[in-house]
């Protein structure tokens, strides 16, 4: 089976006024379908700086990022842009909804993005949050909703165009642990449903035990790697 991503001896190096500063040192990782894999890693490591590469959102300063053997780290802005709006989809520790917005409202907020038909968009709006747990809580905003509710609509915002690729920077860094512990369950059961790959971060070490594969930071490489 072919991976959905590969990531082969990625390096990314930043500008920090007349300064280089190298912030990943050659990563290699391979993420296949329906996988949940955690990176982990202190404060400063490159997690997200590695997120961002995966999902599209910046290119690396050496080495290969493979999207279904596609190489998408030397596709330009528009092209990764529409990868994005077809196949990935994107969590953030601060759940990023439109405040105005009801739940249902940021749900389907998506599905226009994406281009969905709009024929298609009560019946999945209806489904995500559902999946979420969000049954009795779709007509809600954000701000009449606790902070684990809230990460759980920008959850089905996340999946709402049937994405392959999830990506989950610190998810759970906002919430308490039970409220952590039920978005792990949320995720494990999205998984299983939607068909979804989930990559994510974390700083949590009661979170590792749900993923498939922890990798772990240090200093712009995984650990597992500067061994060899
Ligand atoms: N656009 C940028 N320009 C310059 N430096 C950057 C940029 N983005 C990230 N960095 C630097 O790269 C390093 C890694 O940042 P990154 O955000 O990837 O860390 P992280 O592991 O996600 O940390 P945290 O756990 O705090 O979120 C940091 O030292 C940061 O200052
Ligand atoms: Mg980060």
């Not at 949050?129 to 701000?143: I, Q, Y």
């Not at 998984?191 to 590792?208: F, R, S």
Request: charged fraction near 25%; include cysteine; hydrophobic fraction near 40%.
């Amino acid at each position: 089976m072919e991976p959905m991503i590969r990531v082969n001896q990625v390096e990314k190096t930043f500008e920090a006024g007349s300064r280089q500063v190298q912030v990943l040192k050659g990563v290699r990782l391979e993420l296949y379908a329906r996988q949940w894999i955690i990176i982990r890693g202190r404060s400063g490591s490159g997690k997200t700086t590695l997120l961002n590469l995966i999902g599209g959102l910046d290119i690396p300063t050496q080495g290969e990022v493979y999207f279904q053997e596609e190489l998408i780290s030397m596709w330009n802005d528009l092209q990764r842009t529409k990868l994005r709006k077809q196949k990935i989809g994107f969590i953030f520790q601060s759940f990023a909804l439109m405040p105005l917005l009801s739940a249902w409202e940021n749900v389907e907020l998506s599905l226009r993005m994406s281009g969905t038909p709009r024929v298609e968009w009560k019946h999945r709006v209806q489904h995500c949050l559902e999946l979420v747990g969000l049954n009795k809580r779709m007509h809600h905003r954000p701000f009449e909703l606790s902070g684990g509710e809230q990460q759980r609509v920008a959850i089905a915002k996340a999946i709402a165009h049937k994405p392959l690729l999830l990506l989950a920077d610190e998810p759970t860094a906002e919430l308490d642990s039970l409220m952590g512990a039920q978005i792990m369950r949320v995720f494990r059961e999205i998984i299983a449903e939607e068909n979804v790959t989930l990559c994510m971060t974390t700083h949590d070490p009661t979170l590792m035990e749900v993923a498939d594969h922890v990798y772990e930071m240090v200093d712009g490489q995984f650990s597992s790697d500067k061994e060899l």
